[in-house]
């Protein structure tokens, strides 16, 4: 290589080794205390217990003499929040309890830094527990959809209704939460995870989401951003996938029989509609609602419209 030749390449190597730092400077994100975050993101009705040394932020509203509370859970990397257009449509007449599953949002990671879908699913039974709630209905939107149809199979006689939302689960499609798993296996890469998070890439991701991303607000933007900055919760995301029990219990989705309302977008880039599909046939008698321009979180994108097959739903029959 002729020296005028390498010298401009080392110059250029350095030039890109450079602004690498700079970039990596730039999205050095250190973890933010749950008290940083409280002020801004649990105003009242939220409220925090202690569950089995797990702090919980929960909020739970409604009438207290609702026989069938509708429990709602969120997915990855969300929280509670996620919930707030359909607390507001379904609202005055249910009893809805909403939480930051371990590891998302105000609630923090583990005490014992274990996770998994049946461990969710005790959670969720440990916490109506807590609140004195023997039967209720369950929803959840992917991560959280999976939550909800494991609770059902662990304790069939307290779960009365089921609703999933652009779930994850044994139902195959493109495998994001597998890809996210081998993303967490690779060397180096979940601690670089812990310390960096470019404000760029949540958008994008968010975007990626949305059926349509002119729908996404900054204050959405914001609220993702800084609750994944949460002190513990991006080391907990790194352990939820490097521990994750999905592709079980296929076979025992037969045994969910009772009544399942499934809502999908019909925009959903993760989990692709086809999947709904698979779900519906999986689960014998339950009802299928595809929402054509909506994407993966259809309770956020457009949270009347997506609740409203669930106030039919819930209606005594």
Same mark, same amino acid.
Request: no cysteine; aromatic share 8%.
């Given at each position: 290589m002729p020296t005028s030749i390498k010298a401009f390449a080392l110059k250029l190597l350095g030039a890109l080794l450079?602004?690498?730092?700079?970039?990596?400077?730039?999205?050095?994100?250190?973890d933010w205390p749950v008290e940083a975050l409280v002020a801004r993101w649990a105003p009242?009705?939220?409220?925090?217990?202690?569950?089995?040394?797990q702090l919980v932020h929960l909020r739970?509203?409604?009438?207290?003499?609702?026989?069938?509370?509708?429990v709602l859970v969120h997915g990855a990397a969300s929280s509670l929040h996620t919930w707030e257009g359909w607390v507001k449509a379904l609202g005055g007449?249910?009893?809805?309890?909403?939480?930051?599953?371990?590891?998302?949002?105000?609630?923090?990671?583990s005490p014992d830094d274990r996770y998994g879908g049946d461990r969710d699913a005790r959670f969720v039974l440990a916490l109506m527990d807590r609140l004195r709630v023997p039967r209720f209905a369950i929803g959840g939107?992917?991560?959280?959809?999976?939550?909800?149809? $494991?609770?059902? +199979? @662990?304790? !069939?006689e307290r779960v009365t209704r089921l609703i999933l939302v652009d779930t994850t689960g044994p139902v195959r499609g493109h495998d994001v939460v597998s890809l996210g798993g081998m993303l967490a296996r690779v060397p180096v890469l979940p601690r670089v995870l812990e310390v960096l998070l470019p404000r760029p890439l949540v958008v994008a991701i968010l975007r990626h989401i949305y059926g349509d991303p002119a729908r996404l607000t900054s204050a959405q933007v914001d609220r993702y951003y800084e609750l994944l900055l949460r002190e513990g919760n991006r080391h907990a995301f790194v352990q939820r996938f490097r521990q994750r029990d999905a592709g079980q219990d296929a076979e025992r989705l037969h045994e969910l029989k009772l009544p399942t309302l499934i809502l999908?977008?019909? $925009?959903?880039? +993760? @989990?692709? !509609?086809s999947m709904a599909k698979q779900w519906q046939q999986a689960i014998a008698g339950s009802e299928l609602v595809v929402f054509d321009d909506l994407g993966h979180v259809p309770q956020e994108e457009?949270?009347?419209?997506?609740?409203?097959?669930?106030?039919?739903f819930l209606a005594p029959r």
């Amino acid at each position: 290589m002729p020296t005028s030749i390498k010298a401009f390449a080392l110059k250029l190597l350095g030039a890109l080794l450079f602004l690498s730092a700079i970039a990596m400077w730039l999205s050095h994100a250190p973890d933010w205390p749950v008290e940083a975050l409280v002020a801004r993101w649990a105003p009242p009705p939220s409220q925090f217990i202690d569950l089995q040394g797990q702090l919980v932020h929960l909020r739970d509203v409604g009438p207290r003499d609702d026989p069938e509370p509708l429990v709602l859970v969120h997915g990855a990397a969300s929280s509670l929040h996620t919930w707030e257009g359909w607390v507001k449509a379904l609202g005055g007449r249910r009893r809805i309890i909403t939480f930051d599953l371990p590891g998302f949002g105000l609630s923090g990671p583990s005490p014992d830094d274990r996770y998994g879908g049946d461990r969710d699913a005790r959670f969720v039974l440990a916490l109506m527990d807590r609140l004195r709630v023997p039967r209720f209905a369950i929803g959840g939107n992917s991560l959280g959809g999976e939550v909800a149809w $494991r609770t059902a +199979l @662990l304790a !069939p006689e307290r779960v009365t209704r089921l609703i999933l939302v652009d779930t994850t689960g044994p139902v195959r499609g493109h495998d994001v939460v597998s890809l996210g798993g081998m993303l967490a296996r690779v060397p180096v890469l979940p601690r670089v995870l812990e310390v960096l998070l470019p404000r760029p890439l949540v958008v994008a991701i968010l975007r990626h989401i949305y059926g349509d991303p002119a729908r996404l607000t900054s204050a959405q933007v914001d609220r993702y951003y800084e609750l994944l900055l949460r002190e513990g919760n991006r080391h907990a995301f790194v352990q939820r996938f490097r521990q994750r029990d999905a592709g079980q219990d296929a076979e025992r989705l037969h045994e969910l029989k009772l009544p399942t309302l499934i809502l999908w977008g019909g $925009r959903d880039r +993760l @989990l692709p !509609p086809s999947m709904a599909k698979q779900w519906q046939q999986a689960i014998a008698g339950s009802e299928l609602v595809v929402f054509d321009d909506l994407g993966h979180v259809p309770q956020e994108e457009d949270a009347a419209r997506s609740a409203a097959p669930v106030q039919g739903f819930l209606a005594p029959r």
